[in-house]
């Protein structure tokens, strides 16, 4: 059972089963996510001024924050890659320009304000060092245009696995027919939507494997066939994109 409370700019949950306590914060350029505890919960309340709520929220574990202010490009920093999973409640905004790991890590070493997060990012650190390759499967279609260099992001479902992959990792898409044919990729970039409608209103669809004859036709329920709509909501989605190593 979840029980939400609410103000201007802001929403708390505490999910009764797990004894979890998360909380979301957004307004004009800015969207934050954060565990709190039941103090925080219990002392926020609708009419609180800003900085007071500011206050009590911002002293949680920093989970996920979006900034797209106009004051430079806009930019996404995922401090705990569990947040759909800590928080499936929230509205969750952007997510299409993630900062890489190793940026996030330096990050969390350096501010005070994220020293929540260290000794998980430093886990998981050292759970990437020991798996930085990846392997997945290709149908002949995307593999060749993949190969030729005309399918520049591969689209998934962001579940558990593809939760692993960050930016500079890399995958080796194995050919379903000829298992001994292989392309080696470069993870340049994630691009993390709730769904495919989404991400089909915001990437390229050129570069996610739709050719010229076919874009006038291209749906995200196209995407429905690999990963139902159920699936999509628990997990969201994934656009990877990557560049050729080897051919």
């Known amino acids: 059972m979840l029980q939400f409370k ?9 999910d009764e089963e797990r004894d979890l306590y998360t909380a979301e914060r957004g307004g004009c350029g800015y969207y934050h996510l954060y565990e ?3 103090d925080i919960f219990d002392a926020l309340a609708d009419g609180m001024r800003d900085d007071e709520t500011y206050k009590l929220i911002g002293s949680g574990r920093h989970l996920y924050m979006d900034v797209n202010d106009r004051c430079g490009p806009p930019y996404t920093i995922v401090f705990d890659d569990d947040y759909k999973m800590l928080c499936p409640w929230a509205h969750v ?17 350096l501010f005070e304000s994220e020293k929540q997060n260290r000794e ?17 499967q290709l149908t002949p279609a995307p593999f060749e245009l993949i190969k030729s260099g005309r399918k520049t992001i591969e ?3 962001y579940d ?4 692993k992959i960050q930016i500079g990792d890399n995958i ?6 000829n298992p001994e044919e292989t392309l080696k990729v470069k993870v340049t970039d994630l691009f993390v939507f709730d769904s495919f409608a989404a991400l089909y209103d915001k990437l390229p669809l050129l570069e996610c494997g739709y050719t010229e004859a076919d874009i ?13 709509a159920e699936m999509q909501e628990k997990y969201g989605v994934v656009g990877i994109k990557v560049r050729l190593e080897n051919h």
């Open 172 to 177: 080796v898409f194995v050919h379903t027919e």
């Open 155 to 157: 689209l998934r479902l």
């Open 160 to 163: 558990d696995k593809r939760r």
């Open 6 to 14: 609410k103000g201007d700019g802001w929403k708390v949950c505490y």
């Open 120 to 136: 998980q990012r430093r886990r998981k650190r050292e759970k990437r060092k020991a798996c930085m390759t990846h392997t997945m």
């Open 93 to 109: 905004v952007g997510g299409e320009h993630v900062w890489p790991a190793e940026l996030t890590d330096a990050a969390v070493e």
């Open 36 to 38: 709190i505890t039941k």
């Open 216 to 228: 006038g036709s291209a749906s995200p329920k196209d995407m429905d066939v690999y990963y139902p």
